[in-house]
């Protein structure tokens, strides 16, 4: 077996509603096999993956995968469960999987469940997937493999998982705000979280927001300049002072008298933190570790607390407790540590809720004062202490106290807090009880209680998994610090899909929406638009380019373009919208991505229609029987959406349903695009009104405004000023190469970027009623990546609806040969329309000069084009200018002598 392709679908997908990793397999010598050909191999892979057995499959129950591989099913099947089993064996919290066919015998695509949260970078599910056919692999050649052998391997992803995973205040982070369904994105491997979308958006690195003060972490990382600031406020703190000569260091030694703490001055994590420090030997070998910049403080008796405050606000407090264990009377204290690091609650690091303890230096020179050594064996019932410190990173436990804190306490530690100046802040104190009154402070040399550090950034996790006390919800009260009054933290937001017209309606929704003064982002095919100005250029369609706009703090409005290729190759970028527009459905990219039916298409585009949120409205054409079918989709009819239809048949039965319930529509009636709401019609605009209908001689430009509007009004756009708005949309600034009229000599140009058969039937039915039929000249490329049926199928409807074409490929082949393309359509051309004048150009610049020599004046030639800029520059370097407006007095003109009962436009009237 051979992996051919991975990737990563990193939001909600066509299979499931959160990321997943789709990989092409290729079975080898194992194609055409099942397991049941191979005799002892359900046992022999029970034997080493133990788990399997309570796999459900299909069966709904444990023990549904074991007795499909005794009756018999393929090995893709079987990577895709083993390749779970190997996921939760690491703790990576994953059940759901999916096998099927590829495009040729013995390939299958594996779609397998990824954490939420995990990277779109990582490497591991790619890894585990590898683990998982080596161990399949081997099994299927008959080699008994035990669990004991799997350890090693299975040892070094556990150490990627951990590495890679949110530690336990990231994680409760963001598990508050998904509780409360604010959107969560995790960048990269990192800590750091955007919470919410656009204006609303908060940025948080674990136990720090985007409003932590910078002079705060600042301030509180200087343990000498942190004791002064409190000091000189009154407020109870050990008596200490700044070293950078051990010589200084002995003196203050003396002053304090012993025992004192000596510590980094920019110290983290209990790192270097010498206690007990009582003799100037020890002060020598305390000041060489803590690295020359030190700070001493005289060591105050008590019980050592951290209080957390976020917002003003105390929201909990934990008693901690040194690194210690406790003895049995025949274990030695090195045994005694290796069974406390058992514990699955200690890890490595801080990803876990505790850390595991270690025997170093340190700990054998607080093992030498109590008078034990690593290899003895502590009585029954003595606690041995492994470190003077509590903190929790060098394997100290925390005791939730919350409910015991005094009231001096609490305000005590809002002083601290606000003198420092941090919205959230970890206060360590040094207290006889904390839940009794806080001595006064009088002369601070006899201080016996108080402040021993202020904490930027403090760990969650003696909060969130406290030894022994209730669990505070800490990653909650951070959240609603940043977001106050039960926010979301979500703009309104608006996703457009379909086959043809979604780059129009996108671009038309947005523009009106603008006109409410709203800052709005918008992505299509041709780039990445905030607040009317092009901030990014290329294809923006898919979830990257959703996140851009998503998490820029100016955008008060999203408008998202989402297209199929996003779609299937990488997911959603966001979980749910306000507003989804289906324009269309009809055939195109077919033979790609595993799409070979306008069905298939149709359930992709459905994932659109699927995640608007409950309460929110989709925007469905009624004229497409494609899209009318996503109603009846159960996740599109699982939630409490608003269905909104538009098109240009007000007689639709569906859309006279709608009405007799009492539902809205947008239709095209009259010559007026309407708004109807039950039995209630209100004109909004003439469809002759509208930019790029060409006087009505482009009735899906209209279609296109109506779902616009549609879209608009279900953000909440007044009608007014959407209407207004869309008056004064001009094509070819706000939506260039969708209809674009430009004027060489005496020539007309229409450049457009139809490219299947359903759009360039639309366009050449506007053109011969615009021009006539035997006017129209065609400057045709096609993308090489569609079907070749497509293709034909494209070539057909030009055959006929143009008298004369010039066929070119792009410079781009997408997988064909040089001129593939353009042998092809002109072979498909000639036999639909023998008499059809048709060359071949090496270019489009050479394709452009042909077209022009074939037109003759009064001619319009239709150019299609993959690539706009390029296209239009050199139009405009030829002579070609802007049009502003065809005349509403379209030309009379005759049919052409083309077969018209055969022809693939339909009947046109003729203005």
Known sequence: MKILSLRRLRGPNVHLSRPALVARLDLGELAGRETSDLTGFTERLLRALPGLAEHHCAAGAPGGFVSRMRGGTYFGHVTEHVTIELSQRIGRDVSFGRTVSGPEPGVYDLIVECPVDESPESTLPGQLLEAAIDLVTRIAAGATVTGGELEPRLAALADLAEQEATGPSTSAIIAAARRRGIPVERYDDLSLLRLGWGTRRRLAWAAMTDRTSGVGIDVAGDKQVTRRLLADAGLPVVPGAAADRVEDAARLLDEFG?????????????????????????????????????????????????VLVVAG??????????????????????????????????????????????????ARTVLRRQEVEPGGVPAKGRQVWLRDDANLSTGGTAHDVTDLLHPDVVRLCLRVAAVIGLDIAGIDLRLPDIAAPVPPVGDPYRVTAGVIEVNAVPGLRMHLAPDRGRSRDVGDAIVRAMFPGGSDGRIPTLAVTGT??????????????????????????????VDGRTVFRGDATGPRSAQMVLGDPGVQAAVLETARGGLLRQGLGYDWTDVGVVTNITADHLGQDGLSSIEDIAHVKALVAERVRDGGTLVLNADDPWVRTLVDRPRVRAGRKRVVWFGADPQQPVVAAHLARGGTAYLLDDGWLVQATGARRTPLLRAAEVPGTFAGAAPYVAVNALAAIAAARALGAPAGTVTERLTEFEPRVHNPGRGTVLRLGEVTLFVDYAHNPAALAAVLRTLHRLYGPDRCVALVTLPGD?????????????ADGVTRAVLHDDEDPRGRTPGEVSTLVQREMRGRRPGLRSVRAGGYREAVGEALRMAVPGDVVLVLYENLTPMLEHLESLGAVPVDALPVVLPTFHPAPVRRERSLLGEMPHR
């Open 258 to 306: 012993a025992p004192v703490v000596l510590k980094p001055r920019h110290g983290r994590q209990g790192e270097n933190v010498a206690l007990n420090v009582r003799t100037r030997t020890d002060v020598d070998v305390a000041f060489a570790a803590a690295g020359r910049d030190v700070v001493v403080e005289r060591q105050l008796a008590g019980r050592d607390y951290r």
């Open 313 to 362: 606000e105390v929201v909990a407090a934990a008693e901690r407790i040194p690194a210690h264990v406790t003895g049995d009377g025949t274990s030695t204290v090195e045994q005694l540590v290796a069974r406390a690091n058992q514990d699955p609650r200690r890890g490595a690091g801080h990803n876990r809720a505790l850390t595991r303890i270690t025997i170093d230096d340190t």
């Open 500 to 529: 043809n017209g979604k780059t129009s309606v996108a671009r038309m929704a947005a523009y009106a929406l603008a006109g409410g003064g709203l800052r709005v982002g918008l992505t299509t095919t041709d780039g990445v638009v």
């Open 786 to 798: 569609r079907r070749d049926d497509l293709l034909a199928a494209c070539a057909q409807v030009l």
